[in-house]
Structure formats: structure tokens, C-alpha cells
């Protein structure tokens, strides 16, 4: 198994931008495909953007493209996500996944290791 810790959320104003993390540890990231969900109140989670184990392979939701950009490092076991041009409805717990393939998911089933979450919000 692997730990998943997630940082970077806050308050911004919409328009702005924040970048999450989310720190690894207990095994090395570089053989997992990585993903951010997010789940406002009372809506279900969703997916927002996964990445393939050695970067090469993105896919984001459709709400997201464009604003939104997932990258990782894994010299430092870490991934990110780059949130640009902030909108309220982005408000949300972000969580950060893992799942050691080589496929890119973007279905949260598919991911067997889970941060605890950040809390984004975008004030109007």
C-alpha cells in the first residue's frame, strides 16, 4: 500500500489559481497511474485528472480542460495539480488516488489507494 497526504487547497478568489500535492510514501509512485477526484456538498465524487505512470498519458474531465493541469515528479514521489482560472463551482474536496497500472483510469473504482483531502474554495 501506499500513503497518500494531499496539501495546497485554500480560499482564492475565483479567476485565481492554486496547486495541490500529494505526497507519497511506503512505495515509490512510478509504477502507479495517478488521478484527482473532487467532491462538493452534497454531489457524488468525480473524476478531474489522472496521469500515466511516466507522465506520457493525461486525460482530464471535460469541466476542467484547459484550466487545470496534472504533472508529476517522481524523483519526489509527488504529484500535482495546477488549477487555473478558479471558478466557484470548482469548490470542492480534492482527493488524490493511486492504482499501479499501466492504464490511464478515470474511474474512481479503479483506484485502491486514497488521500485524505484538501479543501478548495473559490469564492464569486
Known amino acids: 500500500q501506499v500513503q497518500l497526504v494531499e496539501s495546497g487547497g485554500g480560499l482564492v478568489q475565483a479567476g485565481g489559481s492554486l496547486r495541490l500535492s500529494c505526497a507519497a510514501s511506503?512505495?515509490?509512485?512510478?509504477?502507479?497511474?495517478m488521478g484527482w477526484f473532487r467532491q462538493a456538498p452534497g454531489k457524488e465524487r468525480e473524476f478531474v485528472a489522472a496521469?500515466?505512470?511516466?507522465?506520457?498519458?493525461?486525460s482530464y474531465a471535460n469541466s476542467v480542460k484547459g484550466r487545470f493541469t496534472i504533472s508529476r515528479d517522481n524523483a519526489k514521489n509527488t504529484v500535482y495539480l495546477q488549477m487555473n482560472i478558479l471558478k466557484p463551482e470548482d469548490t470542492a474536496v480534492y482527493y488524490c488516488?493511486?492504482?499501479?497500472?499501466?492504464?490511464?483510469?478515470?474511474?474512481?473504482?479503479?483506484?485502491?489507494?486514497w488521500g485524505q483531502g484538501t479543501q478548495v474554495t473559490v469564492s464569486s
Open positions: 488516488a493511486a492504482r499501479t497500472s499501466s492504464y490511464l483510469y478515470t474511474s474512481q473504482l479503479r483506484y485502491d489507494n
Open positions: 511506503g512505495r515509490t509512485l512510478s509504477s502507479y497511474t
Open positions: 496521469i500515466s505512470w511516466n507522465g506520457g498519458s493525461t
